[in-house]
């Protein structure tokens, strides 16, 4: 199992930056993949970057070019900076991992952080 504590969250102007740090309760090197997911009111939870555990990492073109996702390993840590903020950018971030052992896979997700654009 894995507890996974998001922060970093906060109000911030457009065109400011944020980091959202995600802390695991367990060494991250074994995790398949961990990644950002948000989601604004009235919308779908939507992909916002992912890194493997090889580091290779995905992120829609929405976000490409602003924000990066990093991971750390012996922090048990992931990382997601956003600069060049929008206020379509205003949602609630979830951190999750995907944690297969054997033949069995789960997802696991924080509890979510707010980020809020606005001026």
């Known amino acids: 199992q894995v507890q996974l504590v998001e922060s970093g969250g906060g109000l911030v102007q457009p065109g400011g930056s944020l980091r959202l740090s995600c802390a695991a309760s367990?060494?991250?090197?074994?995790?398949?993949?961990m990644g950002w997911y948000r989601q604004a009111p009235g919308k779908q939870r939507e992909l916002v970057a992912d890194?493997?555990?090889?580091?290779?990492?995905n992120s829609p073109d929405s976000v490409k070019g602003r924000f990066t996702i990093s991971r750390d390993n012996t922090k048990n840590t992931i990382y997601l900076q956003m600069n060049s903020l929008k206020p379509e950018d205003t949602a609630v971030y979830y951190c999750?991992?995907?944690?297969?052992?054997?033949?069995?896979?789960?997802?696991?997700w924080g509890q979510g952080t707010q980020v809020t654009v606005s001026s």
């Open positions: 890194i493997t555990s090889s580091r290779s990492t």
């Open positions: 367990r060494s991250i090197f074994s995790i398949n993949v």
């Open positions: 999750t991992a995907l944690y297969c052992s054997g033949h069995k896979c789960n997802t696991y």
